[in-house]
């Protein structure tokens, strides 16, 4: 029975572990956003394909890690990703063939005419992760970070009040005698 404990005790920490490195890696994810809502390290941009896009090279559901690139480095013939913002400031991800670039107005042309500002540009896809950003995209909604981090850590650090509570009504030995029961 003592190996049972430890056996659990060492299996609970490894989850407990786990779960922390994972609720800390999202938390940076959200942490780190951008003004368009993209998550942003260094020059890289981590993006969730959300909706269909003209190529199909991308797929709805697919995380895409794309490099900044600056406008003297942004050839023509380059595919670059593009924020869109509407005209109620709804941000949408556009991507296309670089038409021509213009380095005295700062902006860049697609083949076949958009012209963005250089501030839209995001940059240059650098790896594509299938299906990966479905499962991102859900976490980092609101809903999904709510149920996936804050309520678990919730009940853990309610769980931890009741074992002090427990621990300081009825002393230590009856702690390890009702946690070891549980």
Known sequence: MKGLKVIKKIFLGIIGVIFFVFAVTMSIFLLNRNKFGVTEFNNTSYLVIKEKLAY????KGDLVLI????LKDI????EIFIYQVDTTGVVSI???IIGKTDLEANNVSFVGGATYAIEFV????????E??????????STWGFLFM?????????IHQIYVLVVEVKYGKEEVKAEVSNA
Request: glycine fraction near 10%.
């Open 131 to 140: 299906n990966i950003g479905t499962y991102l995209s859900i976490i980092q």
């Open 122 to 129: 995001i940059g240059e896809a650098s790896k594509v992760y």
């Open 75 to 78: 050839k023509p013939g380059d």
């Open 94 to 96: 556009d991507v296309g």
């Open 149 to 157: 981090i804050v309520v678990p850590c919730f009940l853990v650090f």
């Open 67 to 70: 490099e900044k690139k600056k």
């Open 56 to 59: 199909d090279n991308y797929q």
